[in-house]
């Protein structure tokens, strides 16, 4: 049984056109081929490179979870041009100016007159009816107050019992007061001061020494202290009709809390 032979042809090119093609042209055709498929391979792996660099490009912090420093380098924006207003307030606007206190509700007054004239050096006397007024704010000296109780049992000649003084109602026990218990809720409650940071702001700037557990205590203290107030609150506002609600999210304790 015969089988049939098979003819060197090319597929893109008839079979009779192919035969009558010199070897040297059919060699050069081949190896024209040869390299536009090398070129198709490498466009195509660089358009695959242009899509992952794109895609590695458009994940940010925006909108992915990852963090700022692995975003890439931004772009400069252009700087506008200057134009010919000037800075600060235009021409026009209402000023704000913060409105000066009453002198009977200032707690020191400085009285600033000259003694003599700056011409003649003669002396001066008197008082101006509408004197130049200036006001200024300062934090008092940071000074805690550290007070120090006293007991004296004392015994009764005629009865031979010793008495002491109970401790007076409202005052407080421990070593820190109301107002200190209060600030320092303040900073890790409404501020969000970690504990560490609580201890070294009542430290640092108020001048009281607090451990990092005492603090923690205090808080705990503060939640127990306002848990009626705060119940009723929640009770009234449950039983209004509308409530107006920020529904802005927040973490707590590593958790999404709202």
């Not at 421990?174 to 501020?191: N, S």
């Not at 070294?200 to 205090?218: H, I, R």
Request: hydrophobic share 30%; with cysteine.
């Amino acid at each position: 049984m015969a089988y049939p032979v098979a003819m060197d042809t090319h597929p893109s090119i008839p079979p009779a056109l192919w035969e009558r093609t010199p070897p040297a042209i059919r060699a050069y055709i081949e190896s024209l081929e040869g390299q536009v498929q090398t070129l198709t391979f490498m466009v195509h792996t660089l358009q695959e490179q242009v899509r992952t660099l794109e895609e590695r490009l458009n994940h940010t912090s925006r909108h992915a979870s990852c963090p700022p420093s692995s975003d890439p380098p931004q772009p400069q924006r252009p700087r506008r041009p200057s134009g010919k207003r000037r800075r600060g307030g235009q021409p026009g606007h209402p000023g704000h100016t913060r409105t000066l206190v009453p002198v009977a509700e200032v707690e020191a007054v400085v009285v600033r007159k000259p003694t003599q004239c700056r011409s003649c050096h003669a002396p001066l006397s008197g008082d101006d009816a509408a004197p130049l007024r200036q006001q200024g704010i300062e934090m008092p000296p940071r000074k805690p107050v550290l007070t120090a109780s006293q007991w004296h049992p004392l015994p009764c000649s005629a009865w031979g019992e010793t008495t002491r003084t109970p401790w007076p109602a409202g005052a407080p026990s421990g070593t820190y007061g109301p107002r200190i218990q209060a600030t320092g809720a303040l900073c890790t409650g409404a501020y969000r001061f970690s504990k560490r940071m609580t201890q070294q702001a009542m430290d640092e700037v108020l001048g009281v020494p607090m451990s990092v557990g005492t603090s923690s205590q205090l808080e705990h203290a503060t939640t127990a202290a306002v848990a009626a107030p705060v119940a009723e609150a929640r009770t009234y506002v449950h039983a209004q009709a509308v409530a107006h609600l920020d529904e802005t999210s927040w973490c707590q304790g590593g958790t999404r809390a709202g």
